[in-house]
C-alpha cells in the first residue's frame, strides 16, 4: 500500500493542470496546479511538492534551509505520530560545507549528532534529542551537490 501511495503522489506532482480533488472510500487525492499533491485520510496526510511549490516548504531553527539552495521537491507526512518532512535541495557549495552547517545547526537545537561522514564528494550527518530526529545526506553530481534533509519533531 505505501508504495501504491509514494506512486500516488509522484504521479500527481507530476501532473501540472488545474485543482483537482478526489475522494475514494474515505481517502482525498488531490493535487494543485502549483506542484503539489495530497492524499490524505483519518489517519493523516502525506503531500509532496516539487518546483514552485518546493520553494515553499517550512524548515524549523533546529533544521533551517541551507543558506542560498534551491529546494527541488518535499514530502510531508501529518499524521498522529507528529510532522515528518524529507527535503531535496541543491547548492554549489560543497559537501563538507553541508555537514559543517547542519552539524552546527543541530547542536545548537539540543541535538546530540550521531553519525558523520564528509568528504569532497559525499556526506552524511544524524542527530537527535529533545524529541527531535534530524539527517542530512548527499552527494555531489555534475558539480552541484543534492542532499535530501530529513526532519521531525518540534
Known sequence: MRVFVIFALAGLAACGSSEESTTIGGTTFAQGSDGAATISNENGSLSATDGAAAANTQFPDYAPK???????????????????????????DSMESVVAFYREKFTAGGMEVGMVHSSADSGMISAEGNGRKVSATGGVQDGKTSFTLSFSGE
Open 66 to 92: 541551507y543558506p542560498g539552495a534551491t529546494v527541488e521537491s518535499a514530502l510531508v507526512s501529518n499524521t498522529d505520530e507528529g510532522k515528518r518532512t524529507m527535503a531535496v535541495l541543491v547548492t554549489d
